[in-house]
């Protein structure tokens, strides 16, 4: 048996005032209205199986500890199944809340490798699944093209595919952080 | 059947490079029921609303409004066969529409590549199309009813939600898919948590695999405990999550307990319509079909 019960904390300085205004800002407007009743929570499918608690990401958000939320792995378990946002009983937009957060995790650098690549493969091809030789086999056998008429089969496409993507500074968010991470 | 309506065929990535036998069924089954298509050459990824959305939301914009002005440009309404890429669209449209601003970024970006877009265009998805059809009019068509088969019916989310911003019944339990696949002949049966994710999207697929084989194991569990003969999905994303995901727990089990089949919608309409299994791809699951197809051909 523990002696003592240690307190936990919150300092002040772990708080932003601001991150919950960039979260409304961004459209999730009625965030602040949460009354913690926990129905995200209990419709969640990762956190029927996981300690993922959708309702903890909204009250740590609330409470402006931006550290502790974009870092959390726990912000990419939602499959964005957009149960919570149809059962909210304060119409709060959580999935979009969900997807405001990650967009500033990326941009301070949280992401998971996987996703990395996934970006990679988009930045490099126009998808973010790509052809492979097995399933171009298959395309032919079924009496398709044997390389989809998408992306993949136009130069031009793809270079304008690529324009858009440095234009809105998604090569930079994805590959300049490889570069910081391989130094 | 109907007067014929011509669309700009979005494919995806999926359904193209991993799924190229429900491609094939699509594009076999649609023209029977009056639905041209047209393929919209040079898309790209619709982007994924899970990943790439939640990477960098204006980059996932600005893809998705490409790809919506290659079909305005053709001159026809986009049609998917994901309800991942319906999603993108849908929440894309809504976006430019209700707030100008972000439609100035999206052309902005856009300068000099030639790529003229209003934003008049309309994304569906393809059961909205098979549903405007209407049960009445596929139960016609069937010249080889599916009667006795049980279909556990999976929408999926994307499809259905935010309902804010999607053409169906104002329900949380919709029934416009079980009565098309009841239109073959086939029952719909009642399975636990059926509007359950498929565990596939936002990303956990992608990073947290076995958390999303847990989620596909659940509905794979419950389809087989209402006895369903195979599980219906209406999403290229849904449908890989069910074949890999029951692939991976057979090895991991070391022997085959999961062989459910995996059937996309045009695959179950295509076998009520007489064609060919082959036609419709069935040969080519990773989960066999065969006792399905045994069961239908009898």
Redo the contacts between chains.
């Keep these: 048996m523990a002696n003592k019960i240690s307190r936990e904390t919150i300092e002040s300085n772990a708080m932003d005032s601001e991150f919950v205004d960039r979260i409304v800002e961004a459209g999730a407007d009625r965030i602040r209205t949460c009354i913690q009743c926990g129905t995200c929570s209990s419709v969640c499918p990762s956190g029927r199986r996981t300690a993922f608690r959708t309702r903890e990401i909204i009250r740590k958000a609330l409470l402006g500890l931006k550290d502790e939320v974009l870092s959390s792995p726990d912000l990419w378990l939602c499959a964005t199944c957009l149960t919570c946002l149809e059962r909210c009983p304060r119409e709060i937009k959580v999935t979009d809340a969900i997807i405001i957060m990650r967009n500033m995790a990326v941009e301070e650098g949280f992401m998971l490798p996987q996703h990395r690549k996934t970006s990679q493969k988009l930045l490099e091809t126009g998808h973010a699944v790509p052809i492979n030789d097995a399933n171009r086999q298959m395309r032919k056998e079924l009496g398709l093209k044997e390389i989809p008429p998408t992306v993949h089969s136009s130069k031009k496409a793809l270079a304008d595919v690529k324009k858009i993507m440095e234009r809105t500074g998604f090569r930079k968010l994805i590959e300049g952080q490889t570069e910081e991470e391989q130094e | 059947m109907t007067s014929n309506q011509t669309y700009s065929f979005f494919?995806g990535?999926?359904m193209?490079?991993?799924f190229?036998?429900v491609?094939?069924s699509i594009?076999r089954v649609l023209p029977e029921l009056g639905i041209e298509l047209e393929?919209?050459?040079?898309?790209?990824?619709c982007?994924?609303?899970?990943?790439?959305?939640?990477?960098?939301?204006?980059?996932w914009l600005?893809?998705a409004a490409?790809n919506l002005a290659l079909a305005e440009m053709a001159g026809h309404d986009l049609l998917t066969g994901c309800n991942g890429c319906y999603g993108t669209f849908k929440e894309t449209l809504a976006e430019i529409r209700e707030h100008p601003q972000r439609m100035k970024e999206v052309q902005a970006?856009?300068k000099g590549?030639g790529?003229k877009f209003k934003g008049n265009v309309d994304a569906k998805h393809l059961t909205e199309v098979i549903n405007d059809i209407g049960p009445e009019n596929i139960a016609e068509g069937v010249t080889r009813s599916l009667e006795g088969l049980k279909v556990a019916v999976h929408y999926g989310?994307?499809l259905l939600?935010?309902?804010s911003n999607r053409p169906w019944e104002k329900t949380?339990r919709p029934v416009f898919l079980d009565r098309i696949v009841e239109a073959t002949g086939a029952t719909s049966v009642k399975y636990k948590d059926k509007f359950?994710?498929c565990?596939?999207?936002?990303?956990?697929r992608?990073?947290?695999v076995a958390?999303?084989v847990?989620?596909a194991k659940?509905k794979l569990d419950n389809a087989i405990d209402a006895e369903a003969d195979c599980i219906l999905n209406v999403c290229s994303f849904c449908h890989l999550q069910f074949e890999a995901s029951q692939m991976q727990l057979n090895k991991e089990a070391g022997e085959e307990k999961y062989n459910l089949p995996v059937i996309y919608i045009t695959q179950l309409l295509g076998l009520a319509m007489g064609i060919d299994p082959v036609e419709l791809?069935l040969h080519?699951h990773m989960i066999d079909t065969q006792p399905l197809l045994d069961k239908v051909l009898k």
């Design positions: 494919l990535c999926v193209p490079n991993r190229p036998n491609e094939a594009r393929d919209l050459e040079g898309a790209s990824c982007p994924a609303p899970g990943v790439v959305r939640s990477f960098d939301e204006p980059t600005a893809l490409r970006v856009f590549l790529i989310c994307h939600k935010p309902s949380h359950m994710c565990g596939a999207g936002g990303g956990v992608g990073s947290q958390v999303s847990d989620i659940e791809g080519k």
